[in-house]
């Protein structure tokens, strides 16, 4: 068989959008990174081949933003009818083409090697070239949901739920054991303009009345089936195969319910699709220098090494899943945000081994909230940020969070990943210019804050046409400017859908988002001259290359993609 062997300062095994984040993070910000995934798509739990939503902090403008926006705004501008072949598409090019990024899918992480306490390599054998790849790295980062460098590793780690003394924890069973919550094959449907027969496979499970259906929503407009559910009873990786088998049992027999055995309004609706490859929440978990709890939560998680955040409920759903006949999951609240501190993103006894995603070092009880996808994918670009300042600063994942965790936070901020509680170092060049605007208020945009919070929007509202003007005590050399626009962090639907409903509205870019803009600096007789423009810009985070001299700048809205008014949260140049 083939052998190829890499060497890169980075690698990430999974490529769901945790592993996504964290390779594509470190790679802009120099480190030379390997993503070794064992599917053909990328996105993990959103990709084609599960179809679960991305999911995060429930409440006003608490929307995760940073390199996960910049994806879920791509697709709203190139993918409108929300096909999943597109969206496969933008997850693989946004790390495919990511210089610095070296990508292997279809490639299965299977051995390590060891130097004390340290990994110096992993192997994956690809499928489709029949290759073995060896990849030796100076950090790795398990993003592969399962954990699988940790029995190879030796790494600690956790499965199923703790008791509820072990940390007072009183959403817990009373003893500990080896439950998870369980894993789903999702099914999609299209409505078309005719009735569709349904003839279900003879292996199918059968619900013929509402009450085998218990507690399960099953309006085909309004849910995903999520709680096609089973597994939390059996081992949650070994057993997959034998779990899936019945999964597809019951999927084909809740449609044969939906369509055969009473009205459900879905005479017209055909199954449009079926996941053979089940969507898992939970099975191995590291254990790191700190192991978030159900009462980090609670407290709101206000740590000093916050590199990101949570706000979905504690959705604990239940082991035995649909066959289960009370309600399938418990919603305990969780105040949103709530932050995760750093030190739950490395390993506790191997020292070159970062891990996000479901897998972080948390509790069962607070993992049921920290799951879902899109704090996951901010977990993964804090990682990635990290091994970069890591890699920079010839430091371990401990060693950041001993020397450099102000870097890496203040680093998370510019790249527009929001830390509840933390304010963004704005440049000294901005700090003392003085700040004018034909109209409004400009001083939000240089307050470090760059979203609402609770009654403060935090950014400059003006018309189309007005401006915002920078004057500088003395010429500066400009090299940079960044931006950071309105992307709606309240915009409903959810960025891929559930189902298809005939004549479905296209979705688009945010009408808050400007579109085109301007920026003008002055010369020595007065005059302002155009030094950057753009006429079709679709992102929230905008960073400009500049090489230019000003003692004074203009930022211009010329055009939003619908809104009367542009809002603008952040203005820097350094």
Same mark, same amino acid.
């Given at each position: 068989?083939?052998?190829?062997?890499?060497?890169?300062?980075?690698?990430?095994?999974?490529?769901?959008?945790?592993?996504? *984040?964290?390779?594509?993070?470190?790679?802009?910000?120099? $480190?030379?990174?390997? +993503?070794?995934?064992?599917?053909?798509?990328?996105?993990?739990?959103?990709?084609?081949?599960?179809?679960?939503?991305?999911?995060?902090?429930?409440?006003? #403008?608490?929307?995760?933003?940073?390199?996960?926006?910049?994806?879920?705004?791509?697709?709203?501008?190139? #993918?409108? !009818?929300?096909?999943?072949?597109? =969206?496969?598409?933008?997850?693989?090019?946004?790390?495919?083409?990511? @210089?610095?990024?070296?990508?292997?899918?279809?490639?299965?992480?299977?051995?390590?090697?060891?130097?004390? &306490?340290?990994?110096?390599?992993?192997?994956?054998?690809?499928?489709?070239?029949?290759? =073995?790849?060896?990849?030796?790295?100076? *950090?790795?980062?398990?993003?592969?949901?399962?954990?699988?460098?940790?029995?190879?590793?030796?790494?600690?780690?956790?499965?199923?739920?703790?008791?509820?003394?072990?940390?007072?924890?009183?959403?817990?069973?009373?003893?500990?054991?080896?439950?998870?919550?369980?894993?789903?094959?999702?099914?999609?449907?299209?409505?078309?303009?005719?009735?569709?027969?349904?003839?279900?496979?003879?292996?199918?499970?059968?619900?013929?009345?509402?009450?085998?259906?218990?507690?399960?929503?099953?309006?085909?407009?309004?849910?995903?089936?999520?709680?096609?559910?089973?597994?939390?009873?059996?081992?949650?990786?070994?057993?997959?195969?034998?779990?899936?088998?019945? +999964?597809?049992?019951? $999927?084909?027999?809740?449609?044969?319910?939906?369509?055969?055995?009473? &009205?459900?309004?879905?005479?017209?609706?055909?199954?449009?699709?079926?996941?053979?490859?089940? /969507?898992?929440?939970?099975?191995?978990?590291?254990? /790191?220098?700190?192991?978030?709890? !159900?009462?980090?939560?609670?407290?709101? /998680?206000?740590?000093?090494?916050?590199?990101?955040?949570?706000? =979905?409920?504690?959705?604990?759903?239940?082991?035995?899943?649909?066959?289960?006949?009370? !309600?399938?999951?418990?919603?305990?609240?969780?105040?949103?945000?709530?932050?995760?501190?750093?030190?739950?993103?490395?390993?506790?006894?191997?020292?070159?081994?970062?891990?996000? /995603?479901?897998?972080?070092?948390?509790?069962?009880?607070?993992?049921?909230?920290?799951?879902?996808?899109?704090?996951?994918?901010?977990?993964?670009?804090?990682?990635?940020?990290?091994?970069?300042?890591?890699?920079?600063?010839?430091?371990?994942?401990?060693?950041?969070?001993?020397?450099?965790?102000?870097?890496? !936070?203040?680093?998370?901020?510019?790249?527009?990943?929001?830390?509840?509680?933390?304010?963004?170092?704005?440049?000294?060049?901005?700090?003392?210019?003085?700040?004018?605007?034909?109209?409004?208020?400009?001083?939000?945009?240089?307050?470090?804050?760059?979203?609402?919070?609770?009654?403060?929007?935090?950014?400059?509202?003006?018309?189309?046409?007005?401006?915002?003007?920078?004057?500088?005590?003395?010429?500066?050399?400009?090299?940079?400017?960044? +931006?950071?626009?309105?992307?709606?962090? #309240?915009?409903?639907?959810?960025?891929?859908?559930?189902?298809?409903?005939? #004549? $479905?509205?296209?979705?688009?870019?945010?009408?808050?988002?400007?579109?085109?803009?301007?920026?003008?600096?002055?010369?020595?007789?007065?005059?302002?001259?155009?030094?950057?423009?753009?006429?079709?810009?679709?992102?929230?985070?905008?960073?400009?290359?500049?090489?230019?001299?000003?003692?004074?700048?203009?930022?211009?809205? +010329? @055009?939003?993609?619908?809104?009367?008014?542009?809002?603008?949260?952040?203005?820097?140049?350094?």
């Amino acid at each position: 068989m083939k052998r190829k062997i890499h060497k890169v300062d980075f690698c990430v095994v999974g490529g769901g959008l945790a592993g996504m *984040l964290a390779s594509i993070s470190a790679a802009r910000h120099g $480190a030379r990174v390997l +993503l070794m995934h064992d599917r053909p798509v990328l996105g993990g739990n959103a990709s084609s081949e599960i179809r679960m939503w991305v999911c995060g902090a429930h409440g006003k #403008n608490n929307k995760e933003t940073g390199i996960l926006e910049e994806i879920l705004l791509e697709n709203l501008y190139r #993918n409108p !009818q929300r096909v999943y072949s597109i =969206w496969d598409s933008i997850l693989y090019e946004k790390v495919k083409f990511e @210089e610095n990024i070296t990508l292997l899918l279809n490639c299965t992480c299977n051995d390590l090697v060891m130097d004390g &306490d340290k990994i110096r390599s992993i192997k994956g054998w690809q499928l489709t070239s029949e290759t =073995w790849h060896t990849v030796e790295a100076t *950090l790795f980062a398990d993003c592969s949901g399962d954990s699988i460098l940790a029995p190879l590793s030796g790494a600690e780690f956790r499965v199923g739920r703790e008791s509820a003394s072990e940390f007072g924890e009183d959403i817990e069973p009373e003893e500990a054991d080896k439950k998870t919550m369980g894993m789903s094959c999702l099914i999609q449907a299209r409505e078309t303009d005719r009735p569709q027969p349904f003839i279900p496979p003879k292996w199918a499970y059968e619900y013929p009345t509402e009450d085998d259906l218990p507690y399960r929503g099953h309006d085909v407009r309004n849910t995903n089936f999520w709680w096609i559910e089973l597994g939390g009873e059996q081992d949650s990786i070994h057993d997959t195969e034998e779990i899936r088998d019945e +999964l597809l049992k019951v $999927a084909f027999g809740v449609w044969d319910h939906i369509k055969n055995h009473g &009205d459900h309004g879905a005479e017209n609706w055909v199954l449009d699709w079926v996941g053979f490859l089940p /969507g898992k929440r939970e099975s191995r978990r590291y254990i /790191g220098d700190h192991i978030i709890t !159900q009462n980090d939560v609670r407290a709101e /998680g206000r740590f000093d090494d916050i590199v990101a955040y949570g706000g =979905w409920s504690m959705d604990d759903h239940h082991p035995s899943g649909i066959n289960w006949k009370g !309600q399938p999951t418990i919603f305990h609240p969780a105040p949103s945000p709530f932050g995760i501190p750093y030190r739950c993103l490395y390993s506790k006894n191997i020292s070159n081994l970062f891990f996000a /995603g479901r897998n972080i070092s948390a509790t069962h009880a607070s993992m049921s909230s920290t799951r879902v996808m899109a704090t996951c994918a901010i977990l993964g670009q804090a990682v990635g940020t990290s091994a970069s300042i890591a890699i920079k600063h010839n430091l371990s994942p401990r060693g950041v969070y001993q020397e450099k965790i102000k870097e890496l !936070q203040q680093t998370l901020m510019d790249d527009d990943c929001y830390l509840p509680w933390q304010v963004r170092v704005i440049p000294d060049a901005v700090k003392s210019a003085m700040l004018t605007a034909s109209e409004g208020d400009p001083e939000p945009i240089r307050n470090g804050i760059d979203r609402p919070v609770g009654d403060n929007n935090n950014c400059w509202t003006g018309k189309v046409g007005s401006y915002v003007e920078y004057t500088f005590e003395f010429t500066q050399l400009i090299t940079e400017i960044r +931006l950071v626009f309105d992307s709606d962090l #309240n915009r409903i639907p959810l960025n891929m859908p559930c189902n298809y409903p005939l #004549n $479905a509205e296209p979705v688009s870019v945010p009408k808050s988002m400007i579109k085109a803009f301007r920026i003008e600096v002055v010369d020595f007789l007065g005059n302002w001259n155009v030094v950057a423009e753009e006429h079709n810009n679709y992102q929230r985070l905008v960073k400009i290359k500049t090489n230019i001299e000003a003692i004074a700048l203009r930022f211009i809205p +010329l @055009e939003t993609w619908g809104s009367e008014k542009a809002n603008l949260f952040a203005w820097d140049v350094r």
